[in-house]
T-cell receptor
Framework: DQQVKQNSPSLSVQEGRISILNCDYT??????FLWYKKYPAEGPTFLIS?????DKNEDGRFTVFLNKSAKHLSLHIVPSQPGDSAVYFC??????????????FGKGTLLTVNP | ETGVTQSPTHLIKTRGQQVTLRCSSQ?????VSWYQQALGQGPQFIFQ???????GRGNFPPRFSGLQFPNYSSELNVNALELDDSALYLC?????????????FGPGTRLTVL
């Protein structure tokens, strides 16, 4: 049972336009949501996070929106740049057993930004 | 500030063998988590170590075990390797006690089981 879902395996956008990556979750116990970017042959790189008590967090070109009632979050990248081309993972944090901060990941979305 | 490092980069083993993967956490971090990423999938949580003790485990059998050392570095051991263990193994470190407890990942070890 997938608790974090990224339903779009891939997304292609033009340089300068907006990229919107979506993520849905089912577990109401998640308290933090994170986005990671991954290039081939590298580990995931942390991009931005949002607490479950907020609905928006912005960092430069990256903005994450959280709709808790719909159990949906999205990452907006504006403007998109060719260097943003990578696999983007949505991850959700659950505090298990009172102290274990476990992350559950989606399967990822491959973003391609065309020059 | 030194990031998370992992060794080796690549490893080839045969079925039934045992393997040890190593991870050095980011400077100042006290918690290490291990993840398995199969091809086309997102990382899956194996277990987490804090204060040298296992502090939570995902849906992985006991032949997956680990250690954390006083300097917060960590090892992942896998016994009786199976073909399905072929994957990218990722280590992430974090600082317990921060509000966000963000996990920062190393580059991973690519394990191939033949």
């Amino acid at each position: 049972d997938q608790q974090v879902k990224q339903n779009s395996p891939s997304l292609s956008v033009q340089e300068g336009r907006i990229s919107i990556l979506n993520c849905d979750y089912t577990n109401s116990m998640f308290d933090y949501f994170l986005w990671y970017k991954k290039y081939p042959a590298e580990g995931p790189t942390f991009l931005i996070s949002i607490s479950s008590i907020k609905d928006k967090n912005e960092d430069g070109r990256f903005t994450v929106f959280l709709n808790k009632s719909a159990k949906h979050l999205s990452l907006h990248i504006v403007p998109s740049q060719p260097g943003d081309s990578a696999v983007y993972f949505c991850a959700a944090r659950e505090v298990s057993g009172g102290s274990n901060y476990k992350l559950t990941f989606g399967k990822g979305t491959l973003l391609t930004v065309n020059p | 500030e030194t990031g998370v490092t992992q060794s080796p980069t690549h490893l080839i083993k045969t079925r039934g063998q045992q393997v040890t993967l190593r991870c050095s956490s980011q400077s100042g971090h006290n918690t290490v988590s291990w993840y398995q990423q199969a091809l086309g999938q997102g990382p899956q949580f194996i277990f987490q170590y804090y204060r040298e003790e296992e502090n939570g485990r995902g849906n992985f059998p006991p032949r997956f075990s680990g250690l954390q050392f006083p300097n917060y570095s960590s090892e992942l051991n896998v016994n009786a390797l199976e073909l399905d263990d072929s994957a990218l193994y990722l280590c992430a470190s974090s600082l317990r006690g921060q509000v966000s407890d963000t996990q920062y990942f190393g580059p991973g070890t690519r394990l191939t089981v033949l």
